[in-house]
């Protein structure tokens, strides 16, 4: 199984801020890699897909980066409903998606 | 593509879950999606149940492999979900999703399921 592991655990920041947020994966998972956002109470929304592709409708704040192992999700300047919680998943191994712990933006 | 589950809320030790998406917007059968479900334990992250593809390719996470059936209705545009013998574990929100790909763009709201004697 592909571990994903996320950091920090809660980053505490101001809107208009920029947010970086790490997801690392136990081997090589390629460009197989997204990004979801989830706030209380909803679905998971899809971000981010192959490391760097927007979803349809995302707002260009949102990027995405890295390859092999190590990848990012920044948000340029935070917006007050971007405060929520955000999860990697990767489909390197298909069927078998797993995805990491999470990342909590909160507002400091 | 719109999805919306429904089944219990509440079940005892024991019992069988089922679930059921209503899929709208699209149809399942020659879709080309995966329809799939997720769970997420309370305050925790989301976990992978399984899929079930048209032509009848499924996956079904090992962890719930023997106590897990997944089914597809073209006729009523669903597809639906079985979790046998259920404990306190199982309580978490389940999640229908579809995708052409492997990620996943199409969430129903979720569903809350509680596993309480």
């Known amino acids: 199984e592909i571990v994903l592991t996320q950091s920090p655990a809660t980053l505490s920041l101001s809107p208009g801020e920029r947010a970086t947020l790490s997801c690392r994966a136990s081997?090589?998972?390629?460009?197989?890699l997204a990004w979801y956002q989830q706030k209380p109470g909803q679905a998971p929304r899809l971000l981010i897909y192959?490391?760097?592709k927007r979803a349809t409708g995302i707002p260009a704040r949102f990027s995405g980066g890295g390859s092999g192992a190590d990848f990012t999700l920044t948000i340029s300047s935070l917006e007050p409903e971007d405060f929520a919680i955000y999860y990697c998943?990767?489909?390197?191994?298909?069927?078998?998606?797993?995805f990491g712990g999470g990342t909590k933006v909160e507002i400091k | 593509v719109r999805l919306q589950e429904s089944g219990p809320g509440l079940l005892k030790p024991s019992q069988t879950l089922s679930l059921t998406c209503t899929v709208s917007?699209?149809?399942?059968?020659?879709?080309?999606?995966?329809w799939s479900w997720f769970r997420q334990h309370p305050g925790k992250g989301l976990e992978w149940i399984g899929y079930?593809?048209?032509?009848?390719?499924?996956y079904r996470t090992p962890s719930l492999q023997s106590r897990l059936s997944m089914s597809v209705d073209p006729s009523k545009n669903e597809f639906a979900l079985k979790l046998t013998s259920v404990t306190a574990a199982d309580t978490a929100v389940y999640y229908c999703?579809?995708?052409?790909?492997?990620?996943?763009?199409?969430w129903g709201q979720g569903t809350l399921v509680t596993v309480s004697s």
């Open positions: 917007g699209d149809s399942i059968r020659g879709g080309g999606y995966y």
């Open positions: 081997q090589s998972i390629n460009r197989y």
């Open positions: 079930m593809y048209e032509g009848g390719s499924s």
């Open positions: 999703a579809a995708d052409p790909s492997h990620y996943f763009r199409y």
């Open positions: 192959d490391v760097s």
């Open positions: 998943q990767q489909r390197s191994n298909w069927p078998e998606l797993t």
